[in-house]
C-alpha cells in the first residue's frame, strides 16, 4: 500500500479535493518520513511539526482552497519567511527572522499551500556545503546549492520544494538525486525575499518527482493552471544533441544520454545532431565572470562586516568580484545579452535540445556539492532546463538527462520532458 508521502503532487492533490485524504493526514505522514530520515539525509534547516499540522488542520476546516490547496512545499533557506528562521546557509545570520514572506512563498500560501519548512542550502547558495547528504548513499554529496530541496523530494520527505540556480544549482542536485529539477525562463518568478547573488542569473526554480508535478507547481505560482504536457503525443518532437565540454563527462554518463536518445529516436522523435564550440563553451567563462561580479556587490556586508565568519573561497571571490570594475561588468552582460539573441537560432530547426545535467554521478564525500560547468551556459542564456531521471550508473547512484528549451517556450520544454518521460518508463 502506498504511504500518503509517497503520493505525487497532483495524486495527494486529487485525492485532498475528492475527501479521500486529509491536508493533515498527508502532513503527519510527511513528518513520519522526516523522524525516520532526517538523522541519516539531514535536509532541513527548520522544522516546526505542530505549527505545520496546525496549518494543515485550518486548510481542511477551509476546505483546502486554491491550486495547491493542503499540498506540503518545501522552502529554500535563502528565500524569507515571516515565520521561520532564515540563516541563508550562514552562520553570520544566526536566527535571523524576516519580517516579511519572499514573493514566491507568498504565491505559496495564497494558493493554498503549506510550508512544512526550511531546506538546507549551501552558504548563500554558493559552494560551502551543509550537513545533507545523497538519499541514495549517505556517503555521496546530494549536489548544491538547493541540497536539502532535492534530497527531500527524492527521499520522499516532501512531494514539492523550491530552489534557485545561478550557475547549477536546481539542475545538478536533481540530476544527483534522482528527481526531476525545473529550471524556468530567467525571470519567470519574483525574487524580492530571495538572497541575491547575482542579479543578472539567480533564478527561481522547484523540485518534484515528476515532469506533471513540476509543471503543476511552477504554473500554480504563476496563477496558471498546469499547461498541457501532451503536445508530442501526436507528433514525436525534433531533438538536437549537443554536449557541449563533453570531454569532461563521464563514460556512464554519455552511455546513459546515448540509451536515452536511442530509445527517443524508437519512439519516433527526430534526431539532430547539433556540434559545441569553443566560441559557445566560452559563455561559461563569461557567466563566471558576471556571477562573480554581482556577488562583489550582493555580498558586500558580510565581506565588510563579518569577514571572519567567511571561509577563503568567500574572502578571495568577492574580493576578486569587487576588483571588477563596473565598466567590465556592463560590458561583460552586454556580450552575455547579445548571445542570448545569437545563440537563440539554435532552436530554429528543433524543438530543444538534449545534453547533460551534470558530469555523472554525484561524487562520493559532502564537502563538494559538484561541478556546474554543465549547467553554467544554459543559466546564463536564460533558458528554461529540466533534468529527467535516466536510470543509474555504476556506484547505483542517479543519472539524468537535460532538456533546454527556448527563451518563454517553457511549455514546449515540459512537454518534450514529459514525452520523454514516458518513453523511459520513469511515470
Known sequence: MTEFHELSALEA???IKSGDLTAEALMRSCFERIDERDKLVGAWSYLDKDKA???AIKSDKAGNPGRLGGLPVAVKDIMDTDDMPTTYGS???GNHQPSEDADCVKNVRTNGGIIIGKTVTTEFAWRNPGKTRNP???KHTPGGSSSGSAAGVADMQVPLAFGTQTAGSVIRPAAYCGVVGYKPTFG???RKGVKELS???DTVGTFARDVADVSFFDYALRGQSCPKLADYDNRPPVIGLMIPFSIEASKDALLAYENVYKKAEKAGASLVDIPSSMTFESLADLQTVIMTGDAGASLSWEYEHHPERLIRFYRDSIAT??????SALKNAKQLADDARKRESSIFEKVDILLTLPASGEAPEGIDFTGDPLFNRVWTLLGWPCINVPAGVGPRRLPLGVQIVG???QDTSALAVAAWLEKVLGNS
Do not use: Q, R
Open 13 to 15: 492533490s486529487a485525492k
Open 136 to 138: 541514495h548513499n549517505v
Open 188 to 190: 519567470t518568478h519574483e
Open 199 to 201: 542579479n543578472y542569473l
Open 53 to 55: 499540522i496546525s496549518e
Open 91 to 93: 552562520t553570520i545570520y
Open 321 to 326: 568580484g569587487k576588483a571588477i570594475s563596473g
Open 406 to 408: 527556448s527563451a518563454g
